[in-house]
């Protein structure tokens, strides 16, 4: 290196006036030079310095205002003439790496991203060094600090959003891996439930099924977490009975209990209604979760769920719920972050490892999101009450039950029971329903109330736990107390307190052998106390059997409630539904209502049908062949608003995007299937205004084809014992209830489904072959809300688990389509053997006498003018006269056979266009 000249750089900034003009030592042209190359360096946007190397370092030459505000070199306007006072060699020997190698090869260097560290605080500089010639160097320099966290935090963003890709993907495989096995479970469960069993099996395997679905539901809901910290919470606003869901926290948590000899106690308030709306599932939720804790932190004693209600203001009920718990306790350093997620309580040192501490935290965002409260009172070594509160609205007709038994059910009553939490709540839900009880744990005190019981009291009750039963002391009190009248024996009526995990096979024979005993299990709650009081006093016709909870009411006892018929009888309802079975349930509907229907099978035929004649609404399936109902609702918006013509939505799905897609596309309301009447009627009520409204009085034809539901069903209804009658994977219970109680309508439209999908599995084998996922998702489409309609879950689960594959794109797996068939042909071998049994399968030709062969006439136009207008009527109309409709075509059955088909389809399009082909009714085909 050179020996540093002090002389001024050309490049230094001074005043222009420094430089003399007339001055011989340096010529014009290169002052000019000078001067022009000194703006250009004070000027450009860069912050720069010129260089000297020299064998004390390098010296600063010159340097620009943009070097000197360069705020990670904190030069200012201080004075500086070495490069080593800005930057320390020894925190960038990089940077000095490269001025020397520039001083050596003469080209240039950039270095990116160099740290310059001072103190806790780092900047980042991009360097570039080039040299200017005359043994100068440029060194100009950028902070890109700013631009390095920037990228740094896209990047973080990148990796956390790639991280919580891969969580979600984890997370979705875990949950098909955990809910496989589970779904497996409950299969098998349902299959069970459809064989026979005794009480104590059924008891078992319906705890086994309400558990094992309460798990699949917790699965879901436990590895959703996220969405419900981002507020993303979807809540539900269903009817619901109160019942269940102590039924499921009973058949979830007993067992456990009962494994630490813990009683389990529930206590309602008899005010509270049973009928509520809300998200019951949620509410189960927070149970299982309180009293599962409860059980984990309690060893002795017991836990008591309490619930109670408060009228609101603005007329709903806010709910309130307890559990109480005699466990260890909670110091008061550990309540304030309990509902904190991933906080475990570690009383004295003991660490719980059961669970993931989520389920407070849970709890807490659920009863907030349903806008209610939460808390807990808790000391050590007394226990814990947790309790929450949230506001619920009643159901429709929803009242108080009225819990009082008849007065000739009142006698006196003795609860006979050793443990003091479980006597005290019996007697005191005996007062509720109007009996007043002596109570006691002591044999003593039991034989002296037998002893002192008046020779008048003809009858009694004994109330008394299952250690009565074992050591034989329950029934020796019962036959003492039956020869306690001087006429002849006392009724004694014996109630059982039974816990079926401590209970033996031979101990339940042994109860349901005993006369006047029934027995109720444990944990006793309200409603399970008052039906084994039904049964015990029904049972020796003590009066009309009771009717405790809300009943299903038949679709006759409906409209008449909503006055239906007087506010929609005349109107005129397009349907669009490509299911057969959905078709006649919807039409039948109707009917009953006194509204007239046209049925079409897909969205295109629904566009025509409205651009044909006026419909005062109309009935969109969402998911049809050719063209479905978003399309469709689409099209006739153009020409109709929701104002003047309301489209209500039917659809299986039961999401709230289905909702909201149907909403947004210009639908009026939405109803999922299968149909409830209840929520049918409420909408065509709220919707639909006859165009010309008339009486139902004057429909005189729909109350014929009300009244002609099948003559052979309606002789037969009265002598089928529904109670005991089974059919392979069918519920009918549920598929009546589904129907209003109509056992004709419901057996008519079983009788149907066997005749629509008895080529069902080939076609959905043939779809599977040719890889069609879109013939396979429309076919199981259909199938899984008709199978739901007649009460065949299984059915409806594994067309749902075959279409959501279809609909995924995925593989549908030759095994899930072989268990569909399977099903599906256990569900038609079930149907077919009742037809056969009851002689319900079709009949053959009927012979026409001659003397009707005059009306012939008159029957074939009223058939051609109802396909015509597509009134359904003419279903039953061609059913009722199928004899005179097979002379039409004389010996070309065929031809009647497609007609009919059509016409039970409820294609009448489709008839009508096979219909003219006769040109004039014909005689019988010659013998």
Known sequence: MSTHNPSPSPLDFQPASDFQPASQSVPRGLRRRAARYRRLFENMLSPGFVLTPTDSGFYIEAINPQARRLVALW????????????????????????????????????????????????????????????????????????????????????????????????????????????????????????????????????????????????????????????????????????????????????????????ELLIYQDPRVPDGLIGDPFRIQQILLNLVGNAIKFTDRGGIEVRMTGQELADGRLMLGISVRDTGIGIAPEQVECLFQPFEQLRPQGRRYTEGTGLGLAICKRLVDAMGGTIGVESEPDKGSLFHFAIPLRRAAESSVLAWSLPEDWQCPTLVWIKNDLVRAMITHALSTFGLEAVQTAESEVALAWAQTLPQEARCCLLVLDDAWLLNGEGPRLVGLLRLGLGGGERQVRALYVINPFTCTHDEFDRLEAMPNTVYVIKPVYLSGLFNALQDLFSAQGQGTHLVRAHRELSWEAMIQSYNARERLAGARILVAEDNPVNQQVIAEALALIGIESRLVNNGLAAVRALAEESFDGVLMDLQMPLMDGIEATALIRHRHSPHTLPIIAMTAGVLPQDCQQSLEIGMNDHLSKPIDMAALIESLLRWIRPARPRSFEGLPMLQTAIGRQGSRLNCIEGELDLEALRLPGIDIYKGLTRFGGNGSLYFKLMASFAEQHRQTGEVLQAAFTRRDHAALRLHTHSLKGVAKTLGAKILHERAKQVEGAAVSGQEVPQLLLDSLQEELNRVLAGIEDLLDRWHLAEQGPEQVSPTEERKESALYEQVRRLLERGDTRVRDLCIAHRGQLRTWFGEDESGYQRLMLAVKRYRFDEARCLLPRVAEPKGPAPG
């Open 75 to 262: 030069i200012g306007e201080r004075p500086v003439g070495w490069l080593h006072e800005i930057i320390d060699p020894m925190v960038l020997p990089e940077l000095y790496g490269a001025l020397q190698e520039v001083v050596k090869r003469g080209d240039g260097v950039h270095l990116d991203e160099l740290p310059l560290r001072r103190g806790e605080q780092t900047e980042w500089l991009d360097c570039h060094v080039f040299s200017l010639g005359g043994g100068e160097l440029m060194l100009m320099i950028h902070d890109v600090t700013e631009l390095r966290q920037a990228r740094e935090l896209r990047q973080a963003k990148e990796a956390a959003e790639q991280a919580n890709a891969l969580k979600g993907a984890f997370i979705a495989n875990m949950s098909h891996e955990m809910r496989t096995p589970l779904t497996g479970i409950l299969g098998m469960v349902e299959l069970l439930r459809n064989t026979r069993l005794d009480h104590r099996q059924r008891y078992c395997l319906e705890a086994i099924r309400g558990s094992g679905q309460i798990l699949l539901s917790l699965i879901n809901d436990i590895l959703d977490l996220s969405r419900i910290e981002s507020g993303h919470l979807h809540l539900q606003e269903i009817a619901f009975s109160l019942d269940e869901v102590i039924g499921n926290l009973v058949n979830a948590t007993f067992q456990r209990a009962t494994a630490k000899n813990l």
